[in-house]
């Protein structure tokens, strides 16, 4: 019991952002939106249904973001393993940014949001690039919430191209070896002008990591939910906030 408290949070209903902003608000919020297909497949759709209704949910918690205060939400929309998915499945992942983008850009841009990616160019098509980099280029002087896409996006991957970076300006003597500490490496990530996730909230029920984050999530809070993604409502992520707000962050301290 006290296994499950832990992990998939209070049973307290937050309706609005107000209840929550006399506690701390997490600076940088990051989701791993999980259990689109399954939620689909429950309901006797194709799994690419659930990657619709996925998609437009980004825009609702995006809202409640930037509602709160946080300053950096991180969604994991497509790792380097997903590639390994059914071909067609993995084509209409692509073709959703195409769709998505020029639908909500425009809120996006009167809410003074500004869209990032993170993660590798290399391997994605040209029209889903296209609709990406039209979207950061349309919000790259916002200053308000940052919406960061982890988009073909893979944390050991990332962490073995900082040591081969790391690895190589040593052999060319520009780094020696006694300077590498942690903020040697950190600044070699894809997320070295961000800061470390307070928060992570992962949806569907499965209690793992998935290949995100690795270095990044070393001290962050992590919520767990059974709910999928598309229904995951903004008053369950403001549920995860206030679980995040009654917790004490020693970071190896007492």
Same mark, same amino acid.
């Given at each position: 019991?006290?296994?499950?408290?832990? +992990?998939f949070?209070r049973k307290?209903?937050?309706?609005?952002?107000?209840?929550?902003?006399?506690?701390?608000?997490?600076?940088?919020?990051?989701?791993?939106?999980? $259990?689109?297909?399954?939620?689909?497949?429950?309901?006797?759709?194709?799994?690419?249904?659930?990657?619709?209704?996925?998609?437009?949910?980004?825009?609702?918690?995006?809202?409640?973001?930037?509602?709160?205060?946080?300053?950096?939400? !991180?969604?994991?929309?497509?790792?380097?393993?997903?590639?390994?998915r059914?071909?067609d499945?993995?084509?209409?992942i692509m073709?959703?940014?195409?769709?998505?983008?020029?639908?909500e850009?425009?809120e996006?841009?009167q809410?003074?949001?500004?869209?990032?990616?993170?993660g +590798?160019?290399? $391997?994605?098509?040209?029209?889903?690039?296209?609709?990406?980099?039209?979207?950061?280029?349309? !919000?790259?002087?916002?200053?308000?919430?940052i919406?960061?896409?982890?988009?073909?996006? $893979?944390?050991?991957?990332?962490?073995?191209?900082?040591?081969r970076?790391?690895?190589?300006?040593?052999k060319?003597?520009?780094? *020696?070896?006694?300077?590498? *500490?942690?903020?040697?490496?950190?600044?070699?990530?894809?997320?070295?002008?961000?800061? *470390?996730? *307070?928060?992570?909230i992962? !949806?569907?029920?499965?209690?793992?990591?998935?290949n995100?984050?690795?270095?990044?999530?070393?001290?962050?809070?992590?919520?767990?939910?059974?709910?999928? +993604?598309?229904?995951?409502?903004?008053?369950?992520?403001?549920?995860?906030?206030?679980?995040?707000?009654?917790?004490?962050?020693?970071? $190896?301290?007492?």
């Amino acid at each position: 019991m006290s296994l499950k408290k832990t +992990w998939f949070g209070r049973k307290k209903r937050i309706d609005s952002p107000e209840q929550l902003m006399h506690g701390q608000i997490p600076q940088h919020v990051a989701v791993i939106m999980d $259990g689109n297909g399954r939620w689909a497949s429950k309901r006797g759709l194709p799994r690419v249904a659930g990657h619709h209704s996925g998609m437009k949910n980004v825009k609702k918690i995006t809202i409640a973001a930037d509602e709160l205060g946080i300053k950096i939400l !991180t969604l994991y929309a497509f790792s380097t393993e997903n590639w390994k998915r059914p071909k067609d499945e993995v084509d209409y992942i692509m073709g959703l940014p195409v769709e998505f983008f020029p639908l909500e850009i425009e809120e996006l841009v009167q809410k003074n949001v500004h869209i990032r990616m993170t993660g +590798w160019k290399e $391997g994605v098509p040209p029209h889903t690039l296209e609709a990406v980099e039209n979207a950061i280029e349309r !919000t790259r002087h916002n200053t308000g919430l940052i919406l960061n896409f982890a988009f073909n996006y $893979g944390s050991r991957k990332e962490m073995t191209e900082a040591l081969r970076g790391i690895a190589r300006d040593v052999k060319q003597g520009v780094l *020696d070896p006694e300077q590498i *500490d942690e903020q040697e490496y950190a600044k070699r990530l894809k997320t070295s002008d961000l800061p *470390d996730p *307070d928060l992570l909230i992962r !949806t569907s029920g499965e209690l793992r990591i998935s290949n995100f984050m690795l270095w990044q999530l070393a001290y962050t809070e992590l919520f767990f939910t059974d709910l999928y +993604w598309p229904e995951f409502t903004e008053g369950h992520f403001y549920e995860a906030i206030y679980e995040y707000q009654q917790r004490i962050r020693r970071y $190896g301290g007492l």
